[in-house]
């Protein structure tokens, strides 16, 4: 498993240095991450790989960990104020901003992390560029959106998950009301908890789990009283990788195009790691105590068939087809 994640360190090192920029006065290029600097955290490992290629071609570039810089809303204010270069949020950030977002996000609407990458990455798409142009007017830039690890599921700590019908008496921590009509869907119940409070949610009996990338429980140590895990496939988790817009409009065009070209190169890396990470996922979570459970080809069904009947809640409805289309094209 440190082999895996190690990976995100060897990224930067292997890549071919573009020629040394030379600005007449460097300023210094801070990347806000909001978690810790430890090798499970995709964040921190994108904005290390992005530093490291900024710094190889001339320009000064420095990674803040664990919200030094201020919470995600904090973050975005600064960057569309220009005071803050890179930054490392929550989707949600671009949710409040443009929903459209939520469809690369839902569940079932890609078949895996490869399938999102292709879909985000290779193909040329009209809702990505729209989600960017949102952004734009409000003085942020997408950089991309890096993966996370594999795709989501069910934690909790009671019980294993092998259908729906397992999940009557659970409640699951729900980020909003939308994702509460997805466990109600699927026959469970939730309940609004934010994440600095989820552990003692859980200990206080408000929660049982949540629906969450098999790497989240790894990076907060919640493994040590989640001991249930069912691998849904439900949803492609990803984080927001952002730029102030009035500091990349701002450069001039040899430090623009190492920019371009470090980010393209890191949103490659975590591609890379993403799938790796995936396939590493299910035994660092059964060496660490959880039970991981695999759904049968009849559950799984079924847990698709009930989420795709809550998209019109988890996404604008308008944009369904639009992601439908997208998904289909990439697909292999």
């Known amino acids: 498993m440190q082999k895996t994640f190690a990976l995100g360190a060897l990224f930067a090192a292997a890549a071919l240095a573009p020629a040394p920029y030379s600005p007449a006065a460097a300023e210094e290029i801070r990347i806000a991450v909001g ?11 994108w904005a290390e790989d992005l530093a490291g290629r900024l710094n190889a071609g001339g320009l000064e570039a420095k990674v803040y960990t664990g919200g030094a810089l201020g919470k995600d809303p904090e973050i975005v204010d600064q960057l569309a104020q220009g005071l803050l270069q890179f930054g490392l949020v929550n989707f949600v950030m671009i949710k409040e901003v443009d929903p459209t977002v ?3 996000l839902a569940p079932y609407m890609f078949d895996d992390m ?3 990458f292709r879909a985000t990455l290779d193909a040329e798409s009209a809702l990505m560029d729209g989600v960017k142009a949102s952004m734009a007017a409000q003085g942020v830039r997408i950089a991309g959106l890096p993966g996370i690890g594999g795709t989501m599921g069910i934690f909790n700590s009671k019980r294993p998950v092998t259908g729906p019908g397992d999940l009557a008496e659970l409640r699951l921590r729900a980020i909003d009301d939308s994702q509460i009509k997805l466990f109600e869907q699927w026959g469970a119940a939730g309940a609004v908890v934010d994440m600095p409070e989820f552990a003692g949610a859980v200990s206080q009996g408000v929660v049982d789990g949540y629906f969450n990338p098999p790497i989240v429980p790894v990076i907060f140590k919640h493994t040590d009283f989640l001991t249930h895990y069912t691998d849904l496939g439900a949803g492609t988790p990803f984080r927001s990788a952002l730029m102030s817009a009035d500091w990349y409009d701002g450069l001039d065009d040899a430090a623009r195009a190492l920019v ?4 393209a190169a890191a949103m490659e890396g975590n591609r890379a790691w993403t799938l790796e990470a995936a396939k590493a996922e299910p035994a660092m979570l059964k060496e660490r105590g959880v039970t991981v459970t695999e759904l049968s080809p009849e559950a799984l069904a079924d847990f698709r068939a009930r989420s795709e009947a809550v998209w019109p809640i988890l996404m604008p409805e308008e944009k369904i087809a639009a992601f439908q289309a997208l998904a289909e094209a990439t697909r292999k």
Do not use: N, T
């Open 35 to 45: 978690c810790p600097p430890v090798p499970a955290c995709s964040d921190w490992l």
């Open 114 to 116: 490869a399938h999102f």
């Open 102 to 104: 939520l469809g690369f």
């Open 260 to 263: 371009d070209e470090a980010v």
